[in-house]
């Protein structure tokens, strides 16, 4: 699935429904490039192409690999209070 398919998927099927991209991703590892500190980022001109919707799914999905996605933690965990009566 491609990057472009996953943002998608994303759009079309609903934020929570995709919340776990991390075991969707692949990585191509037959890609390798070298350049120079002097040359200009080609990422810039493609990421100035992407909407500010498919950008913020981008960063999802690095936070999700950076720090793990955990479904029990995504809600707010509730506090029980037991008061005693007098």
């Known amino acids: 699935m491609t ?3 996953v943002a998608v ?8 429904s995709c919340m776990n991209l991390v ?6 590892r037959s ?8 040359d200009e980022d080609p ?9 500010p919707q498919e ?3 981008a960063l999802e999905l ?7 996605y955990d479904p029990a933690t995504t809600r707010l ?3 029980l209070e037991v008061a005693e009566l007098e």
Do not use: C
Not at 9 to 16: A, D, L, P, Q, V
Not at 31 to 37: A, D, K, M, Q, T
Not at 43 to 51: E, G, H, L, P, R
């Open 77 to 79: 965990q509730r506090v």
């Open 9 to 16: 998927s994303r759009i079309t099927g609903g934020y929570n």
């Open 31 to 38: 890609v390798f490039e070298v350049g120079s500190l002097d």
């Open 3 to 5: 990057p472009d398919q």
């Open 23 to 28: 075991g969707q991703a692949r990585l191509d």
């Open 55 to 57: 950008r913020m799914e």
């Open 62 to 68: 690095l936070r999700q690999i950076i720090y793990g």
């Open 43 to 51: 990422d810039k001109a493609y990421w100035q192409t992407k909407s």
